[in-house]
């Protein structure tokens, strides 16, 4: 496994004035992960997995160690994070994944926001830290698949210059960026 990559570290400003830090998971985020997964609604989880998991499953320790324990080399996963309004403390606000695929030429992304941080930048610093380290990383493409219905996040990708176009399945359209 290679080392943290601090490398992949960016501060950004949302929309409130209040600043955001996207970087690589690290393990001791494990706690924060179970708080930001209680934190998006069942519309949300829908989005980001195409089916319901429950918050327990979302939840489990084992699954949360595999999210949080990555190699950095076939996958990223990062998160933006910010303060909480009320006490202060770290707070994850939104999630990112980076998987190369086959060779590593190309590689799958998505993101997912908790649900009261959307709207006010959190994807966007998401995404331009994604296309930034899949660039450096020597990976020629970019796709992730998403539902249709999914506004925000075909919006995320066009904003981010990604193309996005229907698939075979009505329900489904590729986000897709090459460089």
């Not at 086959?102 to 959190?122: K, L, P």
């Amino acid at each position: 496994m290679k080392p943290y990559p601090l490398q992949y570290v960016a501060e950004s400003v949302l929309a409130t004035g209040a600043g955001v830090v996207v970087r690589p998971i690290r393990a001791s985020d494990e706690a924060m992960m179970v708080r930001f997964h209680e934190g998006l609604s069942d519309r949300s989880v829908y989005q980001r997995y195409f089916h319901m998991m429950t918050l327990a499953r979302r939840t489990a320790h084992a699954r949360l160690t595999r999210i949080c324990l990555v190699d950095y080399d076939r996958e990223f996963a990062l998160v933006a994070e910010g303060r909480d309004e009320e006490g202060g403390a770290p707070v994850i606000l939104g999630v990112a994944r980076l998987q190369r695929l086959g060779d590593g030429g190309v590689a799958e992304f998505a993101v997912v926001v908790a649900d009261r941080y959307q709207r006010i930048g959190v994807g966007g610093a998401l995404m331009r830290q994604v296309i930034a380290i899949a660039r450096q990383e020597g990976v020629s493409r970019l796709r992730a698949d998403i539902l249709s219905e999914n506004g925000p996040m075909r919006r995320l990708c066009a904003r981010a210059g990604i193309c996005v176009r229907p698939t075979a399945d009505p329900q489904v359209v590729e986000a897709d960026l090459a460089f």
